[in-house]
Nanobody
């Protein structure tokens, strides 16, 4: 069973920064897909950023240039550095990984950006 635990969310003013962490209960060295998603009230969950095992990354257009995804295989942890935050970034942020064909999600962490 894979468990993912997110942390680092909170309340921040517009223009501020936060760093989210996602700690996995398994060795992530060989995990090809890990990603961050978010869901705002009344909206569908959307992909924010993802990273592959060879550190190839992809970002949603809305966060390009502001957010950076990274992984530390030694710590079995994935990160999302969020800079220049905007009120529209307010959402619950979830981490996800795909292992052996199965998709696993964390419980989510709330990010609130005040104007």
């Amino acid at each position: 069973q894979v468990q993912l635990v997110e942390s680092g969310g909170g309340l921040v003013q517009a223009g501020g920064s936060l760093r989210l962490s996602c700690a996995a209960s398994v060795n992530i060295f060989s995990i090809d897909y890990m990603g961050w998603y978010r869901q705002a009230p009344g909206k569908q969950r959307e992909m924010v950023a993802h990273i592959t095992s060879n550190d190839s990354t992809n970002y949603a257009d809305s966060v390009k240039g502001r957010f950076t995804i990274a992984r530390d295989n030694a710590k079995n942890t994935m990160y999302l550095q969020m800079n220049s935050l905007k009120p529209e970034d307010t959402a619950v942020y979830y981490c996800r990984l795909i292992r052996r064909g199965y998709s696993y999600w964390g419980q989510g962490t709330q990010v609130t950006v005040s104007s």
